[in-house]
């Protein structure tokens, strides 16, 4: 399969909900990515595979819309949902309040925050501040925050990260759902082996640049993991 | 109400209950502001200068310093855990998240500047209540100014190294114009002259609100980016 992605087609014929076209980006004068090109159709969950360094989280605000590419071009096709290494949440409002206030933005009823919350199981929680939350805590809300509004596009950065085995379960359960439902979602972790049952295609990245994107097929985490050395290799 | 005016008013109460739960700028704006009215008051010496001829200077100096304190919290609040971002994901427009980060800060100095009046009344004895009108059309239209410009700066100022120092360096320059045009109406509204003699204040106060209103919303989309 190539990099460069033109003759792949992971789910069908699908119309892409989010798209990179040969993006490039660059920090005074660096370059972190490097003419990627990579899309998401609609029931489709990419993983993001790469060393620290090798360009994931940009390309995910690149996606996102956070960071504009230097070249190249990214389309999106409906709303983004993200979960990035920082919470994106105030620590002095409470968690429903976080969840009230992006919903108005969002222009979604501030009902739907307290259903959110109890999916990601912080209802007794609702009214504390987010700074006296732990760090897996504050992880849950920032998932329920991204599910906001049912948005078409999921990002997530590292979503794991801090969540216990409860956690990480109705994670997979909402991953699952959201494939079900015919979200694009993309997913940068290191901890792929939870992932991978819901993962149905895997990007590797090195160095800013897409160096191979395939089909999960049957792989589980073992064989992503050797696939992933192979590749970062050069195989 | 409209999606843009939705979300100015949902950033705005959002930065004002943040505000009222810490009370941090509020608390440091206000000691600052008796501070300076204090230091003021005292360092005059009654028998040679009067009142009310250091009065609109001590006024001015007092609500443009204490607002700073206001205008540098406004983006270091976005910082916290990039929440700014969860701002921007969330589909709202440039120029609406601009305007609720200035009416927050607007909220937050007319606070500040309505608890300083009294004590400034209490020190130097001014006829203040006889040209309340004046006095808050003078104070509106330099605080737009003010707010406006450094509501623009706090979000360039935030991405630097030194953001608490940056924000007074780049702001002060732009303080200049309408600092002194408010301290010109003030001393002719305080010494009860009437106001055609500083027409010219007024309208360099009314063009500098109207050119850098539009120029902070049509510049501060440039300052998001990384």
Redesign the interface.
């Known amino acids: 399969m190539s990099a460069a992605g033109a003759d792949f087609a992971p789910v069908g014929d699908r119309r892409p909900l989010i798209a990179a076209e040969g993006v490039w980006r660059f920090?005074g004068g660096r370059a972190v990515l490097r003419d990627v090109t990579l899309v998401a159709g609609a029931g489709e969950v990419v993983l993001l595979l790469g060393p620290n360094g090798a360009g994931k989280t940009t390309l995910l605000r690149v996606l996102?819309?956070?960071?504009?590419p230097s070249r190249g071009k990214v389309e999106r096709r409906g709303?983004?949902?993200?979960v990035?290494h920082?919470?994106?949440?105030?620590?002095?409002?409470t968690a429903e309040?976080n969840l009230r206030?992006?919903a108005?933005?969002?222009?979604v009823e501030p009902e739907r925050a307290g259903e959110l919350l109890a999916r990601v199981g912080l209802e007794p929680r609702a009214r504390q501040r987010v700074a006296s939350f732990s760090r897996g805590m504050v992880q849950r809300l920032a998932i329920g925050?991204a599910l906001l509004g049912d948005p078409e596009i999921l990002l997530l950065d590292e979503p794991l990260s801090g969540l216990d085995e409860v956690s990480v379960g109705t994670l997979l359960e909402l991953l699952r759902e959201s494939r079900g439902r015919g979200r694009a979602v993309l997913v940068a972790s290191h901890q792929f082996a939870e992932l991978v049952e819901v993962v149905t295609s895997v990007a590797y990245l090195g160095g800013g640049r897409l160096l191979a994107w395939e089909p999960r097929g049957e792989r589980g985490g073992a064989a992503i993991w050797d696939r992933y050395r192979e590749v970062l290799s050069g195989g | 109400m409209g999606?843009g005016a939705?979300?100015v008013w949902?950033?705005a109460a959002?930065d004002l209950?943040?505000e009222w739960?810490?009370k941090t700028a509020f608390v440091s704006a206000l000691a600052f502001a008796v501070l300076v009215l204090a230091v003021l008051y005292f360092a005059r010496d009654p028998t040679a200068v009067a009142s009310l001829d250091v009065a609109p200077g001590a006024l001015w100096v007092t609500f443009s310093f204490a607002a700073m304190l206001g205008l540098n919290r406004a983006f270091l609040?976005e910082q916290?855990?990039?929440?700014l971002?969860?701002?921007?994901?969330?589909?709202?427009p440039r120029p609406a998240v601009f305007l609720g980060k200035m009416l927050a800060n607007l909220v937050f100095v007319g606070a500040v500047e309505l608890v300083s009046v009294p004590l400034f009344i209490l020190f130097y004895d001014v006829p203040l209540w006889h040209r309340v009108p004046e006095l808050l059309g003078v104070t509106a239209m330099a605080t737009l100014s003010f707010v406006a410009v450094g509501t623009l700066l706090s979000a360039m100022a935030v991405r630097t190294r030194f953001a608490e120092l940056m924000l007074p360096l780049l702001l002060l320059p732009f303080l200049v114009p309408p600092v002194v045009g408010a301290v010109q109406v003030t001393a002719r509204i305080l010494a009860q002259r009437p106001l055609s003699e500083v027409a010219g204040w007024l309208k360099l106060l009314a063009a500098f609100d109207i050119v850098f209103l539009f120029l902070a919303i049509f510049l501060f989309e440039a300052t998001l980016?990384?």
């Open positions: 920090f996102a819309g956070l960071l504009r709303r983004v949902g993200m990035a920082h919470s994106m949440l105030y620590d002095a409002l309040e206030f992006f108005r933005l969002r222009g925050c | 999606e939705r979300a949902a950033i959002k209950a943040i739960r810490t609040l916290e855990n990039r929440a971002d969860g701002v921007l994901l969330s589909g709202v980016e990384e």
